[in-house]
């Protein structure tokens, strides 16, 4: 069925340094994308959202990138820091859909000291 | 204002027991999903709420799961006969329209012992 992925389940930087996470969607139906953050017994907090008539959105150190050609978005921090630490899904939906959104399984993102 | 909240925070429960975990959503969100999420997976859909419409139950896993949502506030997830495999948190979330971004609660860890 469709889904939606994510290419690396873990990744590690140093703090300061960028970090980039990637995510492939197989839903050519879908033009809404949101990125969220979950730290460790907390739900899922929206970071950033992409609809599909734009390839790049900025929000304060992050920013999403869109190739519909391909079906990937990845989400970009600056100088990444301690408190980014924290599992990261992308997410898919059609915009005013009732559908739910379709969750990737996560990145996790562990900065180092 | 306040957030989506949750209760309770944890619960333990012996396998067979039935057990009722509660959504306060944000005041005025008309849009309410439940989701399931099991230890390092993303988020499985479980139903959706909009509205006085009847309720989207494609993602229950079984008959022993079921969802109400009282005067288009308060939801109520019922897990009857509780099996171990239903251990996993339990997260609600809310969108001021469908579609909507959503927001998330802190969920609900269930543990079936």
């Known amino acids: 069925g469709e889904s939606v992925g994510l290419h690396l389940p873990t990744l590690s930087v140093q703090e300061g340094d960028n970090s980039i996470i990637n995510c492939a969607y197989s839903n050519s139906a879908s033009d809404y994308f949101i990125w969220y953050k979950q730290e460790s017994g907390k739900g899922p907090q929206f970071i950033i959202d992409?609809?599909?008539?734009?390839d790049k959105r900025q929000g304060q150190r992050v920013t999403v990138l869109l190739n519909k050609t391909v079906k990937h978005l990845s989400l970009q921090i600056a100088a990444t820091q301690p408190g980014d630490s924290a599992v990261y899904f992308c997410?898919?939906?059609?915009?005013?859909?009732?559908?739910?959104?379709?969750f990737g399984s996560g990145t996790q993102l562990t900065v180092l000291p | 204002g306040a957030g989506v909240s949750q209760s309770p925070s944890n619960k333990v429960t012996e396998k067979g027991k039935d057990v009722e975990l509660r959504c306060d959503p944000i005041s005025g969100h008309t849009a309410l999903y439940w989701y399931r999420q099991s230890l390092g997976q993303g988020l499985e859909f479980l139903i959706y709420f909009q509205g006085n419409s009847a309720p989207d139950k494609s993602g229950l896993p079984s008959d022993r799961f079921s969802a109400e949502r009282t005067g288009g506030s308060v939801s109520t997830l019922t897990i009857q006969r509780t099996q171990q495999e239903d251990s996993a948190v339990y997260l609600c979330a809310t969108t001021r329209w469908a579609g909507g971004e959503q927001y998330f609660g802190p969920g609900t860890r269930l543990t079936v012992t």
């Open positions: 992409i609809r599909s008539n734009m």
């Open positions: 997410a898919e939906n059609i915009a005013g859909s009732a559908r739910q959104l379709t």
